[in-house]
């Protein structure tokens, strides 16, 4: 299992950013895949989670309304829209295989003014 995030930044809150996760290794289409983040000091929460087929399963309450996660299949590629970002949001963001064990090296995300 390998998996490439990419997209962070730095951004003015209020702004928005898409992140990237680039999955290989395993048959993509196969699997759930999910978004965490980790802001300094604090444990890893769980965003989002989206079904092969493109169902949502959840979104974090911190996070519901502002993130939206979609999948391309055809692309091996999960994204994580973040609009309407906060300072609170500043975090390193990784995404994952439920069970598989490992973590890509994350994106940072920097939302301040």
């Known amino acids: 299992v390998h998996l490439v995030e990419s997209g962070g930044g730095w951004v003015q809150p209020g702004g928005s950013l898409r992140l990237s996760c680039s999955a290989s290794?395993?048959?993509?289409?196969?699997?759930?895949m999910s978004w965490y983040r980790q802001a300094p000091g604090k444990e890893r929460e769980l965003l989002a989670a989206?079904?092969?087929?493109?169902?949502?399963?959840n979104y974090a309450d911190s996070v519901k309304g502002r993130f939206t996660i979609f999948r391309d299949n055809a692309k091996n590629t999960v994204y994580l829209q973040m609009n309407s970002l906060k300072p609170e949001d500043t975090a390193v963001y990784y995404c994952?295989?439920?069970?598989?064990?490992?973590w890509g090296q994350g994106t940072q995300v920097t939302v301040s003014s």
């Open positions: 989206i079904t092969p087929a493109g169902g949502i399963i």
């Open positions: 290794g395993f048959t993509f289409s196969n699997y759930v």
């Open positions: 994952k295989r439920p069970g598989a064990d490992g």
